[in-house]
């Protein structure tokens, strides 16, 4: 499974952006889709993820400001970042678990969010 991601941009504070994960390598309607995001000296959270059946997960510090969307026909998955935070500034990286076995995780390379005040 490749994990390619894309979208990370410099923004002000208020602003919105988009982010998407083209995967390939196997059945993406298989996979559990995440974003995750990192700031130096942190460990890596959980921001929010897409079942294989469209289930949601979001973390609190962005609920009801970012939106996941998963495009089953193009192996695409979206962030959707609106009402963006200077605190919204970390790599974002994409992620990908197999829904019948976490065994079979896999990461995409990060992409720049960064947010200023």
């Known amino acids: 499974v490749q994990l390619q991601a894309s979208g990370g941009a410099l923004v002000r504070a208020g602003g919105s952006l988009r982010l998407s994960c083209a995967f390939s390598?196997?059945?993406?309607?298989?996979?559990?889709m995440g974003w995750y995001r990192q700031t130096p000296g942190k460990q890596r959270e959980l921001v929010a993820t897409i079942g294989s059946g469209g289930t949601t997960y979001y973390a609190d510090s962005v609920k009801g400001r970012f939106t996941i969307s998963r495009d089953n026909a193009e192996n695409t998955v979206y962030l959707q970042m609106n009402s963006l935070k200077p605190e919204d500034t970390a790599v974002y990286y994409c992620?990908?678990?197999?829904?019948?076995?976490?065994?079979?995780?896999?990461w995409g390379q990060g992409t720049q969010v960064t947010v200023s005040s």
């Open positions: 992620y990908a678990e197999y829904a019948l076995s976490a065994e079979y995780a896999y």
């Open positions: 390598g196997s059945d993406f309607r298989s996979y559990k």
